[in-house]
């Protein structure tokens, strides 16, 4: 199956296209550019870069949160409408799980970790093995919206090298890993989304497949416009 994944969740913008366990090109972008102005045309050179017409993508794959609510929206908007004039399927893969593939090959625990400001980040936990049958990454806890407190204390339970990835990973390692001699930053390189880490999410999600009006978002919490409505809104209650 040759897929199509794309990302534009957080800060970088990346796209892959992806065909029987190999990458047949891929890109990333990293720039101080919307991602609604760097997407397409990314897409867009990649496809032609490869000699591959729209219409030999069989599976649009994309990121369906946690992550930037514009970033995902954008990305979203575009995988539908390419999935759509297609009539081809799509999916809406985990931000967390496809930054966890950056690191198949290690072995250990991959803790990928996305900043959703206000001390907060979005994570997952992933364990990375490898072995003579290949490499594997398994999930152990959902994806949450936590204070980095709170991950610090989910980290003791481990004695396994713990490696940081994600948007958010420089951040937790100059917190976290500072008091913790089994925690380490994943190589700048490997550290951010990429569009494989879609595709192959998006391989082993295959038969979840969606039409392009089914797609949807996973945001994890609301948005701050909306957590602040509620606060005044609670606060005003508590005064009377």
């Known amino acids: 199956m040759t ?3 794309i990302d534009s969740s957080a800060k970088s913008a990346a796209a892959c296209v992806y065909s029987g366990e ?3 090109a891929q890109a990333q972008l990293n720039v101080p550019l919307t991602h609604s102005q760097t997407l397409l045309p990314l897409i867009d050179g990649l ?3 490869a000699k591959i017409q729209l219409s030999d993508i069989e599976l649009f794959a994309v990121f369906s949160g946690p992550g930037s609510f514009t970033g995902l929206r954008i990305s979203s908007a575009a995988v539908k409408g390419l999935a759509y004039s297609l009539n081809k399927p799509c999916i809406g893969v985990s931000s967390l799980e496809s930054l966890a593939y950056n690191l198949l090959g290690f072995k250990g625990i991959v803790c990928a970790v996305m900043d959703a400001r206000c001390s907060q980040v ?3 936990l992933f364990d990375a093995s ?3 049958t290949g490499f594997g990454i398994s999930r152990i806890s959902d994806d949450i919206a936590i204070p980095l407190s709170e991950l610090e204390k989910m980290l ?3 004695d396994k090298p713990v490696f940081f990835v994600g948007d958010g990973a420089e951040l937790c390692y100059n917190t976290i890993g500072k008091n913790r001699d089994n925690v380490f930053l994943a ?3 490997l550290r951010f989304q990429s569009g494989y880490g879609v595709c192959r999410c998006a391989e082993s999600l295959k038969t979840s497949s969606v039409c392009a009006g089914e797609l949807s978002l996973s945001y994890l919490r609301l ?3 909306e957590r602040e409505l509620l606060k005044k809104t609670a606060d005003k209650t508590a005064d009377k």
Do not use: E, F, R, S
């Open 3 to 5: 897929i199509l994944g």
């Open 22 to 24: 190999k990458v047949l």
């Open 223 to 225: 948005p701050q416009a």
């Open 47 to 49: 496809l032609k870069n």
């Open 187 to 189: 190589p700048p390189h």
């Open 156 to 158: 003791k339970n481990y």
């Open 130 to 132: 490898y072995g003579k």
């Open 122 to 124: 979005y994570t997952a």
